[in-house]
């Protein structure tokens, strides 16, 4: 009997560590799902562009003349409403496109397209985000900026997804959902569409040619393995793909100038509008010549630098002549 209640004792601290240990284990399964659950929907949402897209819609709303100081409550409800809204239009990409996602490198691991979301999940998603952002932007701004919204979410998820298995068009459709968030930002500040967003607009539109055409030309292989015709060429990467970027980048010049004729911005901003621009047309132009994927990366990261650049150059200008 002695030795019975000894044994048990003795077995009461090695069950409880089995137990801690059982416990700490699904605790570590339950944390690891969690994770990789946050991670799909990261990649669900297209999170590096849907942020790209947002920081257009938030400058564009600054740099309304009706908003006169940085009230932090509206602009971070902007920000959430474009997340939830661009989120949504890229979830019904991924969904729509999971098949030729699976096909491609790039794209074979994100969640719907491997098989770790299922499409009706990432519907659902896009569903619900879609609608919360539509009705953050009219309830807590306008309708006029809620209604762009949903247009540009309709055109991005509706016209230019199909279309880029049908024709190179598709790239100029895409350009039009890709620039609205300026719009967007500027109708939630301003309650109308006035030049200023139109120029912006227009900035926005034509930066997206030289931009997107380099992403088609890094990924042409993969990109004509799923069917889709993205390059102004039928043959993919050629001379007169690349003189299209220089063409398009040229047109930024005389539209940089835009903000200035105009009045919403003064001379600093100018300058490096002109200097950004002509370092795009430059970017190009050394793309048409050297015919390299490397130069095709060259314009795509410049891209990258040169939309944030021109941004935060027409913001912080208007602080200057704002006093």
């Known amino acids: 009997m002695e030795e019975n209640i000894f044994l048990k004792q003795n077995r009461l601290p090695l069950m409880k560590s089995r137990i801690d240990h059982e416990v700490k284990g699904e605790q570590e399964v339950s944390s690891f799902k969690i ?9 669900l949402i297209k999170f590096s562009l849907s942020f790209m897209v947002v920081f257009s819609a938030v400058i564009s709303y600054l740099l309304a003349p009706k908003v006169v ?55 659902t998603f896009a569903v619900i985000a879609g609608l919360a952002g539509v009705i953050i932007l009219a309830y807590f701004f306008n309708i006029l900026s809620a209604s762009i919204a ?62 997107f055409w380099a ?8 990109y004509s393995k799923a069917g889709f015709k993205l390059m102004p060429s039928v043959e993919g990467p050629t001379k007169y793909s690349a003189i299209q970027s220089v063409i398009y980048s040229l047109v930024l010049v005389p539209v940089g100038v835009l903000p200035y004729l105009s009045g919403m911005s003064g001379m600093v901003s100018f300058w490096i509008l002109l200097a950004a621009n002509l370092s795009m047309v430059w970017l190009s132009v050394r793309l048409y010549r050297k015919m390299t994927v490397s130069a095709a990366r060259s314009v795509m990261f410049g891209s990258y630098i040169y939309l944030a650049v021109v941004l935060l150059a027409l913001l912080g200008d208007k602080n200057v002549l704002m006093g």
């Open 215 to 222: 992403i088609a030309w890094i990924a042409h292989n993969d």
């Open 150 to 211: 949903a247009i540009s979410w309709f055109i991005y998820a509706f016209m230019y997804t199909p279309l880029k298995k049908i024709s190179a068009i598709s790239v100029l459709v895409g350009a039009v959902p890709g620039a609205l968030p300026c719009l967007i930002g500027w109708a939630a500040g301003q309650d109308e569409l006035s030049a200023g967003g139109w120029i912006l607009f227009a900035i926005q539109f034509f930066w997206q040619f030289p931009h």
């Open 35 to 43: 994770a990789s659950k946050i991670r799909d929907y990261m990649m």
């Open 69 to 123: 100081e940085y009230n932090w409550k509206m602009i971070i409800l902007l920000f959430v409403a474009g997340f939830l809204v661009t989120g949504s239009a890229n979830a019904v990409n991924q969904v729509v496109e999971k098949d030729t996602d699976a096909l491609m490198k790039r794209t074979a691991k994100r969640p719907v397209a491997s098989g770790r979301m299922s499409a009706g999940e990432g519907w």
